[in-house]
């Protein structure tokens, strides 16, 4: 909440005149706002002022560079194949950045009053198709620099590498990425279906999206969400799939506290992972009733890939069918927390072994609550193993969904199996299956920061 100073020696008339003159100018912002709309008949040539349902854009592109605060892009149904990356930033260059020559960029910010919406129209299905985006170097669909509260929901791409990359250039807070299907056809170093550059990319959310990867042989840094350093984050129900990493945060966030944090990882359904189900290198995050599924591989904290972190984590209520958790023993100049630090780790379900800082003798500060293990001794650390809490569970679950469900519904617990009640909240261990929906949570938590600072 915003902290409100008393002022001495202004006249409070002059306060009054001037808090009018900002609400008005606030409302004229709103009121001026509106629906705009683009179909697979439309025409780029109709102007702002004359788009209708009636006369809309030809394309997305032109829709997006000419949306002002308060305006809805409203797609119709279709397929559409776009020929060029749309550049959302304020020194957009047609020449150098591999735009289309014959737009000019009008977009604007949208505010928290009033975002900017890009989305289906109804319930129309809408394909983009990015099969011809390829004459950038990153091969992305939209660049958002320099503009925030923006919300993206509603669409499918297909043949994509990237959709979207958030703040490269320039800050770009406050931004929704929700109930999107990304399908990728190819991969690269740090691509991911939504990619987010550092505290540029501050108090974004990506909700209810299904992100396929483009399988496996592809560079070892894809991912279907790449995230560096980002403060302030919800990715929440999401379904990751067929990439190397589900979940790649490279680099740690600057928090060296919890209060400097809001990050929460959560309801995700994570499978058919390679390397890693999360290379997590994030701090002061919680991440819990995730479930890692058939086929995904560990979940993996602190690795030197650049920016060594993974510290202070509460990682609680997830399911860990495939695959387990392993702490690295990376140690980097600059890191606050060399090693892997301080998580709280409870209430989980592993089916398989843990690693804790296996190959180090650094001294283990993680905490291991109450968890489901496979057997007594599951925790693999240096030169032996760490004893597992009195009160957790050793043995195999048993699930609605039989011993390796195929989807979010199946890993409900049944009533006579371990966990059952059995979390030391009263709840069952592992996931909270009952607040996902096919993978997909209900009514996620909003963001407790909505104003980047």
């Not at 289309?100 to 394909?127: C, F, L, M, W």
């Not at 990867?213 to 969400?225: C, F, W």
């Amino acid at each position: 909440m915003a902290q409100v100073r008393k002022v001495s020696g202004l006249n409070s008339s002059r306060i009054a005149v001037g808090f009018a003159m900002l609400l008005g100018a606030c409302m004229s912002t709103v009121a001026n706002s509106k629906d705009l709309y683009v179909a697979t008949n439309g025409a780029d040539s109709v102007s702002y002022a004359s788009n209708s349902i009636s006369a809309p854009w030809a394309t997305i592109e032109h829709g997006m560079y000419n949306l002002k605060a308060g305006d809805r892009l409203l797609i119709r149904g279709g397929t559409y194949t776009p020929r060029y990356p749309v550049w959302l930033s304020s020194d957009y260059n047609r020449q150098t950045k591999g735009g289309d020559p014959n737009e000019k960029n009008n977009a604007e910010s949208g505010t928290a009053s009033a975002p900017v919406i890009v989305q289906n129209y109804e319930t129309e299905k809408v394909t983009v198709n990015l099969a011809n985006v390829t004459s950038n170097l990153m091969g992305a669909y939209v660049y958002l620099d320099n503009k925030s509260y923006w919300t993206f929901k509603g669409l499918t791409f297909v043949n994509s590498m990237m959709v979207f990359v958030v703040g490269e250039d320039a800050r770009s807070n406050n931004n929704t990425f929700e109930n999107l299907n990304i399908t990728a056809n190819r991969g690269g170093d740090n691509a991911g279906g939504i990619h987010l550059w550092g505290s540029n990319a501050d108090y974004t959310q990506i909700i209810n999206c299904v992100i396929k990867g483009p399988g496996q042989n592809v560079h070892l840094n894809t991912s279907a969400i790449y995230v560096k350093g980002v403060n302030n984050l919800k990715v929440i129900g999401n379904t990751l799939s067929d990439a190397p990493i589900g979940l790649y945060y490279k680099h740690r966030n600057s928090a060296t506290s919890q209060s400097q944090a809001n990050i929460d990882i959560a309801y995700n359904y994570i499978t058919n992972t390679s390397r890693t189900s999360m290379e997590f290198n994030g701090n002061f995050a919680r991440i819990h009733d995730n479930v890692f599924g058939a086929g995904a591989t560990a979940a993996h904290f602190g690795d030197a890939n650049g920016s060594a972190g993974g510290d202070y984590n509460t990682i609680t209520h997830n399911t860990f069918l495939s695959g387990s958790l392993n702490f690295d023993s990376a140690i980097e100049g600059g890191d606050p927390f060399p090693g892997v630090v301080g998580n709280q780790v409870s209430n989980n379900i592993f089916h398989s072994q843990l690693e804790v800082l296996r190959y180090t003798s650094l001294a283990n500060t993680n905490v291991f609550g109450k968890n489901v293990y496979p057997n007594s001794s599951p925790i693999t650390t240096n030169g032996g193993t760490i004893k597992i809490s009195t009160d957790s569970i050793v043995g195999t679950p048993k699930y609605m969904g039989g011993t390796a469900p195929a989807s979010v519904p199946g890993f409900v617990l049944a009533s006579d199996s371990i966990g059952n009640n059995a979390a030391t909240d009263g709840k069952d261990m592992g996931s909270d299956v009952s607040q996902m929906v096919a993978g997909l949570p209900v009514a996620p938590e909003p963001p407790r920061n909505v104003v980047a600072q």
